[in-house]
């Protein structure tokens, strides 16, 4: 059983800075991937990062390219860096983990449903 919390959501005006925080209990695996995905009101939940086992294994997704960072610790506890926040960025996120695909890594990790486990998800509201 694993499971997720994060932390560090919160409400910032356009242009500032948040940093979420995920942390893990029960069993995570030295090779899942991690991940951080959002939903906005009325919207499909989207994937914005994932780290996966491997040195440059990390995506980005365009619309917050040059802006988030993601990394994750020796103790999986994974980590975004917001930075240049819109209020587009508004949205409920969610940390979540997966196994590792046969395919290997691929772009399809920003797909939510690739991920097996998912946290309760954390508040991040910009405004303008």
């Known amino acids: 059983q694993v499971q997720l919390v994060e932390s560090g959501g919160g409400s910032v005006q356009a242009g500032g800075s948040l940093r979420l925080s995920c942390a893990q209990s029960g069993y995570i695996h030295s090779s899942y991937c991690m991940g951080w995905f959002r939903q906005a009101p009325g919207k499909e939940r989207e994937g914005v990062a994932v780290?996966?086992?491997?040195?440059?294994?990390t995506l980005i997704a365009d619309s917050v390219k040059g802006r988030f960072t993601v990394s994750r610790d020796k103790s999986y506890v994974l980590y975004l860096e917001m930075t240049s926040l819109k209020p587009e960025d508004t949205a409920m996120y969610y940390c979540?983990?997966?196994?590792?695909?046969?395919?290997?890594?691929?772009?399809?990790?920003?797909?939510?449903?690739?991920?097996?486990?998912w946290g309760q998800g954390i508040q991040v509201i910009v405004s303008s």
């Open positions: 979540a983990a997966t196994p590792p695909r046969s395919a290997g890594f691929g772009s399809y990790y920003l797909q939510p449903k690739e991920f097996a486990f």
């Open positions: 780290v996966c086992p491997g040195g440059l294994n």
